[in-house]
């Protein structure tokens, strides 16, 4: 039995819930979808300014995660905490970085590639505290992530410029790679479903005002 619980999965189970409410009126849907979002609001850590990545029966994982930081934003605006909505997106600057004249986000910071020394120094012999602050790598769901928080705080200038970048990498074919590198066993350049959904979903919320809602 694995008794740890995902925020980034929680995240999608609580607007899972929220949309299944108003599809059917179903009461028991708004009662989970309230239990979910205070055991995710329990997962804040002022020490990190975001949402850990997940916990335990014991505590809080607090691995620095980006998805935590920007779909944490948007779930907290979502379940009426501003403040601490507002808090994550500034905290996702953390993981901002420039690449191939690009600006996007690492998917973590403050923490080996691999996060067992003995695999990280396998897998970078000659750097074997690898660590993701020093990984150039744009990881495109996760920037689209960051765009749709931003567009869920109004700052649509500042979401245009994550969009424009991440359709900058696309593919002659039309797809979105799923990373600007390969990262073996965690991340890959192939094209992605999960990439090419967060642009459809990006997108239409930057242009449409009844979907951004």
């Not at 809080?60 to 995660?65: G, Q, V």
């Not at 690492?106 to 602050?133: A, C, H, Q, T």
């Not at 994550?162 to 965690?186: C, E, K, R, T, W």
Request: glycine share 10%.
């Amino acid at each position: 039995t694995v008794e740890w619980v995902s925020t980034e999965h929680n995240c999608d189970l609580f607007f899972f819930l929220q949309g299944l409410y108003r599809l059917t009126g179903k009461g028991h849907y708004k009662t989970v979808a309230e239990e979910t979002a205070r055991g995710l609001v329990s997962g804040w850590s002022d020490s990190i300014s975001q949402m850990g990545r997940g916990r335990d029966r014991e505590s809080a994982d607090s691995t620095e995660s980006l998805d935590c930081a920007s779909w944490g934003s948007i779930f907290l605006r979502s379940a009426g905490h501003a403040e601490k909505a507002g808090i994550s997106l500034e905290t996702c600057s953390g993981y901002a970085l420039e690449y191939e004249g690009q600006r996007g986000y690492r998917p973590y910071r403050n923490m080996l590639v691999y996060e067992g020394s003995f695999i990280n120094s396998k897998m970078y012999p000659d750097k074997p505290l690898m660590n993701w602050n020093d990984m150039p790598m744009l990881w495109h769901e996760g920037s689209l992530g960051v765009a749709m928080a931003f567009i869920k705080a109004g700052r649509m200038e500042e979401a245009k410029a994550v969009i424009d970048s991440v359709i900058a990498f696309q593919n002659p074919g039309g797809g979105i790679p799923y990373s600007s590198l390969s990262v073996p066993f965690q991340f890959t350049k192939d094209e992605s479903v999960a990439s090419a959904a967060w642009l459809v979903m990006a997108v239409s919320a930057f242009e449409n005002p009844e979907v951004r809602e």
